[in-house]
């Protein structure tokens, strides 16, 4: 079992940038898939960004590309999402998700396949 914690929400003006973090605690962190996710108000969770195990592979929300970008550092049990040319449409609660597989190449690209969820951090993106 593994337990994510998100941090580096908060409120910047369109056009600004945030990192988001997502440190985990618990099983091996390298044998998860991470995702990030958002859930914006009235709206259905939605797929943000994916990195597989070892962080060879990526994949990204059409909405995003360009302007977002995910990393992990194994070493330290965290995943990041670095957003840049941040618009009022991306005001949302960003979620960190985990999927626990033995696919090394395996990235996640819809909440389905997430077995562990943080709390989440809330970015608000003022026009």
């Known amino acids: 079992q593994v337990q994510l914690v998100e941090s580096g929400g908060g409120l910047v003006q369109a056009g600004g940038s945030l990192r988001l973090s997502c440190a985990a605690s618990g099983r091996t962190f390298s044998s998860y898939a991470m995702g990030w996710f958002r859930q914006a108000p009235g709206k259905e969770r939605e797929f943000v960004a994916g990195i597989s195990r070892n962080g060879d592979n990526i994949a990204y929300t059409d909405s995003v590309k360009g302007r977002f970008t995910i990393s992990r550092d194994n070493a330290k049990n965290t995943v990041y999402l670095q957003m840049n040319s941040l618009k009022p449409e991306d005001t949302a609660v960003y979620y960190c998700?985990?999927?626990?597989?033995?696919?090394?190449?395996?990235?996640?690209?819809?909440?389905?396949?997430?077995?562990?969820w943080g709390k989440g951090t809330l970015v608000t993106v003022s026009s």
């Open positions: 998700g985990a999927d626990d597989t033995w696919r090394t190449t395996r990235v996640l690209t819809s909440g389905d396949g997430v077995d562990y």
